[in-house]
């Protein structure tokens, strides 16, 4: 973390990304062990194909863009289903 002072935006940001690459690479792993460990007690077969491509759809898929109205109705919707108080600030 000492380097993290001595770094420029672009080393920071490849950094960033390769930290990015390890973590989706260790949650392959896990994902492969945890099927390879299936194998040995469960019966049913399921293909490993189907289970990584799933997974890589799910990382690959667009963010849904909303309109400003649409994000003020979900953070109020949010702010209502965790018990929090509405305020409002007039200028």
């Not at 099927?35 to 898929?61: A, C, F, M, Q």
């Not at 309109?67 to 305020?87: C, I, P, R, S, Y």
Request: proline letters at 3%.
């Amino acid at each position: 973390m000492s380097e993290f002072w001595e770094m420029t935006p672009y080393e920071l940001n490849m950094a960033a990304k390769g930290y990015s690459r390890r973590r989706k690479e260790e949650e392959k792993n896990l994902i492969m062990q945890a099927y390879l460990t299936s194998r040995w007690v469960w019966t049913k077969d399921v293909p490993i194909e189907k289970i990584l491509n799933n997974l890589e759809l799910e990382v690959g898929k667009e963010k849904k863009v909303m309109t400003d109205e649409q994000m003020l109705a979900q953070v109020k919707a949010l702010n209502a289903m965790f018990g929090g108080n509405v305020k409002t600030c007039n200028p």
